[in-house]
């Protein structure tokens, strides 16, 4: 048990989330049981400092009923703790930690997927052609959606794209 509370001591909080980029629900999942491991600090900080001696003897000199006293220092004398099986905290605590391992995972996968979407468009955009030096086809064959508009307009008789002259204005004045 020391061995647990020296590494929970050395735990930096605020540096786990940022470093491991957690984000959405595992990031709040870190937060929620983090705000728990402080409560039960403070809990077992606040009990540890109170007073765990009864002065009896105090009480007896006070008050008149000693049958009172006595019988609250046998009640005292004779208390035992109840002890609680804390197996079902901990598979609580492990199912937790599977999640979030999961969710790490998970989110792990969608970030490396990402970046590497993300490196293949920086390496097309650094071995991408000028656009003045791509020829009609080249445009085609990468946006075949382009060639298929203009086959409709031109076998509607429209040799001209709808709001170009809003756009761009009128050069047949030039």
């Known amino acids: 048990m020391a061995v ?5 001591l050395k735990i930096d909080w605020s540096r786990i ?5 957690l984000k959405g629900s595992t990031a709040q999942a870190l937060s929620n049981f983090k705000k ?27 008050l008149k009923n ?5 019988q ?7 208390f035992k703790p109840v002890s609680y099986d804390v197996g079902r905290q ?12 999961k969710n790490a995972q998970e989110t792990k996968g969608v970030v490396d997927k990402e970046l590497q ?13 000028p656009f003045e030096d791509l020829t009609v086809d080249e445009v085609a064959a990468a946006r075949p959606d382009i060639d ?10 429209r040799w001209q794209v709808p709001g170009y002259k809003e756009k761009f204005g009128d050069l047949s004045l030039l």
């Open 148 to 157: 298929q508009r203009t086959e409709q307009l031109v076998s509607k008789g």
């Open 72 to 78: 609250i220092e046998n009640e005292f004398k004779n």
């Open 90 to 101: 901990l598979k609580a605590i492990e199912a937790f930690e599977t999640q979030a391992v």
């Open 36 to 62: 728990r491991n402080d409560d039960a600090k403070r809990k077992v900080q606040m009990l540890s400092d109170q007073p765990q001696t009864i002065d009896f003897a105090a009480y007896r000199s006070q």
């Open 17 to 21: 989330g940022s470093s491991l980029g």
């Open 117 to 129: 979407d993300l490196e293949n468009t920086l390496k097309n955009i650094e071995e991408a052609r």
């Open 4 to 8: 647990g509370r020296s590494a929970a």
């Open 66 to 70: 000693q049958a009172v006293i006595d």
